[in-house]
Every structure is written in C-alpha cells, then in structure tokens.
C-alpha cells in the first residue's frame, strides 16, 4: 500500500488540528467548514487536493478563481458527456460540486467577470461594492451570498468596514435584492499573540451576535469566517464556521511568486 502524499499528511494534520480545536471549545467540528485557500497552489496539487476530498476552495484574485473553476467545470462537463469513466480522473468527475469563495479585495469592475463562478464572496466592505454585486446579480438572475468584511484589528492596510461602521452596512445589504447577507469576515494581524487575536475574533462574533438580534440576514446570517494558517483555532474558540487555510496545506509560496494586485 502506497504511503500518502506529503500534502494528504498536510491535509490530515490540518483536519485533526479543527478537530482538537473544536474539541477544546466543546463544539461539533462539522460546524467548521475548511476553506482551502489555493492561491499558490500549483494545477497538480489542486487536482490532488480535490481527489482526497476539498470541496470549498478559496481564492484572492478574481481572475485565477474565474480561471481555475472554468477549467475544472469544462474538465466536469467532459467527463460526464464520456460517461465519468476513470480515465478522466476523480478530480474532474466531482468537479461541479466545487464550492469558490472569493476571499480578496474585489474591485467592482470584475464583479460581474467573478458572479457565475463564486459560491460565497467573503470580502463585501463598502456600499458601492455591495450595489455593484446587486445590480450584477440581478442582471445575471442571481443570489449572491455575502459576507461583511470587517477590519477588528484595526490596521491601516487591511481592507474592511470600520467595526462602528458594520451595522449600517449590514441594513444596506440586508435590503438589497439579490443579495443574501450570510455572514461576516475578518482578519487578526498577521503576527498577533493568542490574546489580541482572540480580542479581534471575539469583536467580530459580538457584532455578528448584534446582527442576528437585528435579524439582518435572517436565516442566512450563519458564518463567521475567521482564522488562517497562523491563527485558525483561535478562531475556532471564538465561534469561527470557516477557516481560510493555505500554507498550512500547500506550503509557503514559491521563492519567484509575485504578489499581483487587482486593477482597479
């Protein structure tokens, strides 16, 4: 029997850590949803990661998600018109149950480019950005499950409503048509302690509480999506329901890769 893979290890190690985490905070893991986070994943590790079982796969940039969910969509639709057979692969046989979340800022000039290929956009933090994804959605006959991005910690280059400024966004979005206010979205400072990204996570889990006690959302207002490679089960102990882990599973980023900001 062949030994697993260095990313099945990673993956495995990953699981267990949500697992002892959720645990420790006295929840059910199945409460906390595993958001992949590919953005330096090459193509084979993909594939690999979707053949032992990642479903929800998030991405920074409009245009890889739209890129890599097109192609693993085509790859879905060839297998099924050739009867699934296993010459194909498992990857692109279970692709259409792919779930993308579009984790990065979001200029509004690729909203309607990002529209058909994202289950989940987590990184809503402006009125203009929100009327965009309405006006695209409706246009497309969509509903477009959003999260709030809110910046609890405060840092000047983090992207993210103020925390006093979330609720009044949240009314606006709650009363847009296409839509459907799901949650809320935050980031702890990259190297913060236990203790101050606790504070930040357990700010975002008072203003989701506020929220729901306002009924904003409704029945759809279930996520907090909180916690990355560094700092996941902090979050988990604060009540985070999707974790964005990247390094974690795929490694670091290549020596050569350069960020590459969105156009705006």
């Known amino acids: ?38 953005k330096y994943a090459p193509p084979e590790d993909l594939r690999e990661a979707i053949n032992l079982g990642l479903r929800d796969l998030g991405e920074n940039r409009v245009q890889q998600l739209t890129q890599r969910a097109g192609m693993f969509a085509e790859g879905a639709q060839r ?5 699934g057979g296993e010459m194909i692969g498992a990857a692109v046989g279970t692709a259409v149950k792919l779930r993308w979340h579009m984790i990065g800022p979001l200029q509004r000039n690729k909203v309607r480019m990002l529209l058909p290929h994202a289950a989940m956009i987590h990184s ?13 959605a409706a ?4 509903k477009v499950p959003v999260l709030l991005e809110i910046n609890a910690s405060e840092e000047k280059q983090k992207h993210g409503v103020a925390v006093g400024a979330a609720l009044a966004l949240a009314e606006e979005l709650h009363e847009m048509p296409n839509i459907v206010l799901s949650g809320v979205m935050t980031m702890a400072a990259h190297e913060a302690d236990e203790v101050t990204a606790r504070h930040t996570f357990s700010r975002v889990r008072e203003i989701f509480e506020e ?14 999506s ?8 902090h979050a988990i102990a604060e009540g985070a329901t999707l974790v ?6 795929f490694g670091p980023p290549p020596a050569d890769y350069e960020e590459q900001a969105e156009e705006a």
């Open 124 to 136: 809503v933090d402006s009125l203009r950005l929100a009327e965009k994804i309405d006006e695209e």
């Open 226 to 233: 909180m916690g990355m490679s560094n700092d996941f089960e």
């Open 211 to 224: 929220l729901k006690w306002h009924k904003l959302g409704g029945a759809n207002m279930k996520h907090l």
């Open 244 to 249: 964005r882990i990247g390094s974690s599973i």
């Open 139 to 142: 246009s497309l006959k969509l």
């Open 1 to 38: 029997m062949a030994r697993p893979s260095a990313l099945a290890d990673r993956i495995t190690h990953v699981k267990e850590r949500i697992a002892g985490a959720c645990q420790k905070a006295r929840r059910d893991p199945t409460e906390v949803t595993l958001v992949a986070v590919t």
């Open 79 to 83: 297998a099924l018109r050739m009867g």
